[in-house]
């Protein structure tokens, strides 16, 4: 209201950038809307880094949702409103309400709100029914997480559009954000509901022997997942569907990416006895190896940007077979970029190629017109051999269990020389001497580091309901 009256009576430059701002929902794409918003507020953005600082935290939260809501539907009333405060014959009143001696708070709810009460009106009930219906802003800022973010209109899309939300958004809205990306970047990660039914099947082929014999599988229970120490949790989003999958009702409390203290509770869910004894193991163990991942990587970025806070941690395709998604949200989550997915996606050549020719640099510009939208990168076990592939014209060399000071000293070297060169750390990183590597290279390759470790311990406590 107040900003409503404030654009009918001024013509200033601020009151017009104002007016600008707030009729943007009505001309951008939701999706982008929140999208910006996402960047703005997440923990990267301006306004996020305050609110970490503050100890808060708006995005993936129910404030997230109403700011959507208020997003959306605020232009639809700000206008109605806007055109009856600035009916001449509203104005000629309001003139005369102040000849006449009153105030203008007094003229204002004695004469221009009962005489503009039908615009303000209808535009509450326009602006009401649009933030009922908001999908693409509270889906990109609140992330749809069941039992906390999730609203009437995302359950109705997602049940009325379910090959989009089940390849795209999971059953959870499968969308993880980290604050550990290098630009505190949204992203989309998508694991069907094949792989999650796979899983099950592994450990429950058709009945649990043990609820059945005692005769407890109607009994209603639940579960709260906590983590006994402080680490960065993922696989939540996993779980819950593991659980839902198994007809309990999965509350995620904190989604992947974020940080938890020991004892914080995570993950709710209910349901009974045999549904929940059914499955909760291999929730448990999903949760356990992806946030055990998800921490070794958050503390290898965190001790290579101590020293050079532009370099990326990259995962290869070095993970345990069949785990390749959850290994590579894990890895996500604790802030890594993506190496290489597969063989299909990148052009690497290692020593196990090499052997089978007899000139290994005369074939570096055959492989770049075999393809050449793709890079041509090679693995070299010293610098002479990394200087010969980048004068062959190689795009990119990972430098293979380099010292510190002889990375160091080739990368002046080849730089000077290719200065678009990307130079690559791998073999024998790990958190203690990250930092050593991070100040002469771009990226820091983790070939198994991360992905073989301890896994964290996430407690499922059970009780009766």
Known sequence: ???????????????????????????????????????????????????????????????????????????????????????????????????????????????????????????????????????????????NIAGRTNTLSLEIFRRGDQPLSAACLGQHGDILCSGQTAKGELMMFYISDGYIEELIHEDLQHMDLTTLSMGIEEVPGQITALPKRGCLLAGVEEAARIFEKCGAEAEIL?????????GESCLIVRGTAGRLHACYKLAQNVMEYSSGIATR??????????????????????????????????????????????????????????????????????????????KIEAEADGPEEAMSYLRAGADMVQCERFAPEALSAFVKEAKSAFPKAVIAAAGGINADNAGEYAGAVFYILVRSLVYFGKPEDIKMKFSRI
């Not at 904190?254 to 020991?262: D, F, K, L, N, V």
């Not at 020593?351 to 570096?364: G, K, S, W």
């Open 1 to 143: 209201m107040p900003a409503a009256l404030w654009f009918s009576r001024s013509r200033s430059l601020c009151a017009r950038a104002a007016a600008f701002f707030i009729t943007l929902p009505l001309v951008f794409p939701p999706i982008a809307l929140g999208y910006m918003l996402l960047l703005l507020l997440g923990r990267g953005g301006p306004l996020g880094s305050a609110e970490h600082y503050l100890g808060l935290r708006l995005v993936f939260s129910q404030g997230a949702v109403i700011l959507s809501a208020f997003v959306a539907g605020l232009p639809l009333f700000v206008r109605p409103a806007q055109a009856a405060f600035q009916e001449p014959g509203i104005i000629k009143l309001e003139e005369a309400s102040r000849v006449l001696g009153c105030g203008p708070v007094k003229t204002f709810f004695l004469v221009t709100m009962p005489l503009a009460r039908r615009s303000i009106f209808s535009g509450l009930l326009l602006a009401v029914a649009r933030a009922s219906g908001e999908v693409g802003i509270t889906m990109m800022l609140g992330g």
């Open 254 to 262: 904190i989604p992947s990416g974020t940080r938890a203290e020991g």
């Open 297 to 374: 990587t958050a503390a290898m970025l965190e001790a290579a940007r101590a020293e050079n806070p532009g370099i990326h941690v990259a995962v290869t395709r070095k993970h345990f077979p069949g785990a390749k998604a959850l290994s590579l949200k894990a890895a996500l989550a604790g802030g890594a970029s993506l190496h290489r997915l597969g063989l299909s996606d990148s052009i690497l050549a290692f020593d196990q190629h090499r052997v089978f020719t007899d000139d290994f640099t005369a074939l570096i510009p055959r492989m770049a017109e075999a393809f050449p939208e793709k």
